[in-house]
Each structure stands twice: as structure tokens, then as C-alpha cells.
């Protein structure tokens, strides 16, 4: 699972958003805000990390099990497919 | 080419047409700079451009727009953004009033001049303030591009709040918290495809957001939208 190219992480004071920059501004021209396990999740994919090193990631940050970190990723990565952002 | 001094930045375009070159009259330096802020270059292809495409304009409004958009579009440069909201200066305040156009941000601020007196409230730009952040401190400018009416003073203010306007049949104000309020300046502004540019704007948002409320406000045409909106946006703090 990869980031598609032009579209950004940026931070405004503590809220972390999704901007389209370059090309992609013909295909996305709003803006997704991220709570902290997206912006976790998506800085990890943005250096291309696998799956599975994510979902420890998730697990250690909010100390939770194994089933909710990957059910979290899931959800999260799913509804970025469904905007288009990763490929 | 010409000078002109707006939002505290001098800006040189030559200006075609009467329509732009009557509207940025006020505007005008008293002497020309060969080295300008901003230098804005509006080619004939691109007005022509721009005339070809489905809308209502006329030639001459074409060059006024894009003069506008690339002003606009250079300000990010120097810590400012557009936001599309009608500028209203009261006691030394403004107050900014944002909305889809057709939402009635104009007919607000009319309102406000109707009910403090139109030498108390002044418009000082009824579509498209500049904003700026000039010393730690937030100003809103007016400027030669206030959209369809030439409703606009060659003056700033320090802004005391922003309120996002939306039509209700009662009259109810609230902060909006911070990602809502992000998205809100972002929607009614011009963004860029740079990503230098994008951070650059999105520096400005967080600037704004440290200096002053921003709000959203469900309004009808009754005067006490007027006092609502006062009130609450005179005693807005910072969240």
C-alpha cells in the first residue's frame, strides 16, 4: 500500500489535515482532517512501512490488542482507497 | 505599468481597461517602484481565455478578476491570504463575515451599517479582504477586488473575529472548534497547487486561529442578527 504522489500531510497548530497538491488538485480539491491514529497510519505509509509493522506501531502507541489495531487499520486504509489517496 | 499600494504592499500591473483601472484608482502610489512586492502580468490570452468559458463576464471584468486572483494568489507570499467574506470596521475592529456566495454575508453587513449608522460601520471590502499578519498582529485590508460592487475603502483594521454565516429562521452563534474552523478559512480562500505555497497558507490558517475567534452563525434578516453577532464575536476569545 502506497501514498499516491501529491498528496500531503500538513499540520495547522495540533490538527494534522490531507492537502492535494500539484497534479492531484485535478482530481481532489478539498481537505481531510486525521485524528492521531490517521496521521500515525499515514505518516508510516508516506516512508512506505509494511502492514504489519504499522499495526505493532498501533498496538504500542495506544496500548491496544492486535485484532483492534488491524481493525483500525483496515477501517482507516479502506476509507483512503475509497478517497483516492492510496494505491 | 502602475504602482499601486494595497494591503500594505506595492504591486505594479498596467491596466488595460477602464473597469480595473477605475476600481484600483484609489489605490494608486504616489510614485511608481521599479521594484514592486508584486508584479502582476495579465496576458490578453489568458483574459481571452477566461471571456471563452461559460460565465457572464465581460472582457473588461475578466482582466479585473484575474488581476485580482493573482494578487491574491502572491499575497500567500507575504503572510497573508484572501478570504471571501464581507469586511465590516467597527470602534477600530473588524469584523469578517464569510459565506457561499448567495448566503448573504453583504446583506449582514448592511445590516450592521443600517443599525450602528453607515459613518460607524464601514465596509471596507464586501467580498475579498485581505488578511495579514503585520507584527504579531492580524489585520484586514480592503482592497480594489470586493467581486461584483466596488464596495471597498483603502484602509485595515485589526480583526477582532471571523464568523461563518449560514441561513436559519432563528439567530444562534457558536465557536467553531479548530478543524472545523481549518476547513472553513480554507474553503473560502484560493489555495495553490505549490506545495511551498500550500504550507505557506496553511502557516497563515494557524496564525489566524492564534489571534483570533472564529465562529459559525445560523442567521436571518431581523436587526437581532446583528446584536447577536456583535455580542458574541466582542467577547470571542481564543479557544
Given at each position: 500500500?502506497k501514498?499516491?504522489e501529491?498528496?500531503k ?12 497538491v ?7 480539491n ?5 485524528n ?5 497510519i ?11 509493522e504499522?499495526?505493532s ?18 477501517e ?5 482507497k ?5 494505491e | 505599468?502602475?504602482?499601486y499600494?494595497i ?8 491596466a ?25 502580468n ?14 457572464e463576464?465581460?472582457?473588461?471584468e475578466c482582466e ?9 494568489t ?6 497573508g491570504?484572501l ?8 470602534e ?12 448573504g ?12 449608522g ?8 464586501d467580498?475579498?479582504?485581505?488578511i ?9 485590508y480592503?482592497t ?8 471597498n ?5 485589526p ?7 449560514y441561513?436559519s429562521?432563528k ?5 467553531l472548534?479548530q ?7 480554507l ?7 505549490d506545495?511551498?505555497?500550500m504550507?505557506k497558507l ?6 489566524i486561529l492564534e ?5 459559525s ?9 446583528v ?9 470571542g476569545?481564543?479557544?
Amino acid at each position: 500500500m502506497k501514498i499516491k504522489e501529491g498528496y500531503k500531510l500538513c499540520k495547522v497548530r495540533d490538527s494534522s489535515i490531507v492537502v492535494a497538491v500539484g497534479d492531484a488538485t485535478m482530481d481532489f480539491n478539498g481537505l481531510v482532517t486525521l485524528n492521531q491514529t490517521g496521521e500515525l497510519i499515514w505518516s508510516m505509509l508516506e516512508y512506505g512501512a509494511p502492514d504489519g509493522e504499522i499495526i505493532s506501531a498501533i498496538v504500542k502507541e495506544y496500548s491496544v490488542d492486535e485484532a483492534t489495531a488491524k481493525s483500525d487499520f483496515d477501517e482507516f486504509t479502506a476509507s483512503l482507497k475509497g478517497a483516492g489517496f492510496i494505491e | 505599468m502602475s504602482t499601486y499600494e494595497i494591503a500594505g504592499l506595492t504591486v505594479n500591473y498596467s491596466a488595460k481597461y477602464d473597469h480595473l483601472r477605475k476600481r484600483s484608482a484609489k489605490y494608486r502610489a504616489a510614485e511608481p517602484s521599479s521594484t514592486p512586492d508584486i508584479s502582476i502580468n495579465v496576458t490578453d490570452g489568458r483574459i481571452s481565455g477566461l471571456l471563452s468559458r461559460p460565465n457572464e463576464l465581460t472582457l473588461e471584468e475578466c482582466e479585473y478578476m484575474l488581476t485580482g486572483q493573482d494578487f491574491y494568489t502572491s499575497l500567500i507570499d507575504f503572510n497573508g491570504m484572501l478570504l471571501h467574506a464581507s469586511a465590516v470596521v467597527f470602534e477600530g475592529e473588524a469584523y469578517l463575515f464569510s459565506a457561499p456566495c448567495g448566503t448573504g454575508k453583504s446583506t449582514h453587513t448592511s445590516m450592521w451599517q443600517r443599525y450602528f449608522g453607515a459613518d460607524k460601520a464601514i465596509i471596507i471590502n464586501d467580498d475579498k479582504p485581505a488578511i495579514r499578519i503585520i507584527n504579531g498582529e492580524l489585520l484586514a485590508y480592503g482592497t480594489p477586488f470586493s467581486g461584483k460592487y466596488d464596495i471597498n475603502e483603502n484602509a485595515s483594521a485589526p480583526i477582532r473575529g471571523i464568523c461563518f454565516l449560514y441561513r436559519s429562521p432563528k439567530n444562534t452563534i457558536g465557536q467553531l472548534p479548530q478543524p472545523k474552523a481549518i476547513h472553513a478559512l480554507l474553503n473560502q480562500s484560493i489555495r495553490s497547487s505549490d506545495f511551498g505555497t500550500m504550507q505557506k497558507l496553511l502557516a497563515t490558517v494557524g496564525d489566524i486561529l492564534e489571534r483570533v475567534p472564529v465562529f459559525s452563525m445560523g442567521c436571518n434578516m431581523n436587526p437581532d442578527a446583528v446584536t447577536t453577532s456583535y455580542e458574541a464575536m466582542k467577547k470571542g476569545k481564543v479557544l
